[in-house]
């Protein structure tokens, strides 16, 4: 991640929400800039973290939790 943070980018189902502000904080701890892509909810985050298109994503338990269930996605923190 900081080694090549212009290439890390992560979904939010949306601005102003939640997982938008957890975003910014995360940025502002860990020291670096990174790329926020927000989306129209959760289900397209989650899509385009299986697909590889973004490199992580931030949304709800509830959202990540069945594809988590299927093998799809690791879930890497829960707050």
Known sequence: LKA???KTSFGVPSNGTIPHFMGSKL???IG???TRVPY???APV???I???HISFGITTLADALPQHRAKGLKIIGVS
């Open 4 to 6: 090549h943070p212009d």
């Open 46 to 48: 989650l899509n385009d």
């Open 40 to 42: 129209r909810g959760s």
């Open 32 to 34: 670096i800039p990174l």
């Open 27 to 29: 940025e502002k701890d």
């Open 50 to 52: 299986i697909g590889g």
